[in-house]
């Protein structure tokens, strides 16, 4: 069984920053791809940024040059730095993984159970 846990998330003022964290445990052989999605009320879940195992990254243009997706391989883990937090950034951000499991195989997508967003003053 893999389990993907997220922290970082809050009330932060327009301008501010924050650090979202989610790091995976359980079986786990390799991870791929990993990223963040949001899901603002009423609006479907969209990607915000996504990084694979090599380091690349893509963002959507709503967060380039705002968002930073990073990953530390050694801990299954992988951050997203919010700098400059608009009002519409407020969402829950969830983690995604794609995950080989021990035993099993894959790879497989996972998801956090979400951490809330909200920018305001």
């Known amino acids: 069984q893999v389990q993907l846990v997220e922290s970082g998330g809050g009330l932060v003022q327009p301008g501010g920053s924050l650090r979202l964290s989610c790091a995976a445990s359980?079986?786990?052989?390799?991870?791929?791809?990993m990223g963040w999605y949001r899901q603002a009320p009423g609006k479907q879940r969209e990607l915000v940024a996504t990084?694979?195992?090599?380091?690349?990254?893509n963002y959507a243009d709503s967060v380039k040059g705002r968002f930073t997706i990073s990953r530390d391989n050694a801990k299954n883990t992988v951050y997203l730095q919010m700098n400059s937090l608009k009002p519409e950034d407020t969402a829950v951000y969830y983690c995604?993984?794609?995950?080989?499991?021990?035993?099993?195989?894959?790879?497989?997508?996972?998801w956090g159970q979400g951490t809330q967003v909200t920018v305001s003053s």
């Open positions: 995604n993984a794609d995950i080989i499991i021990r035993l099993i195989g894959g790879p497989y997508a996972h």
């Open positions: 990084i694979t195992s090599d380091g690349d990254t």
């Open positions: 359980g079986s786990i052989f390799a991870i791929n791809a």
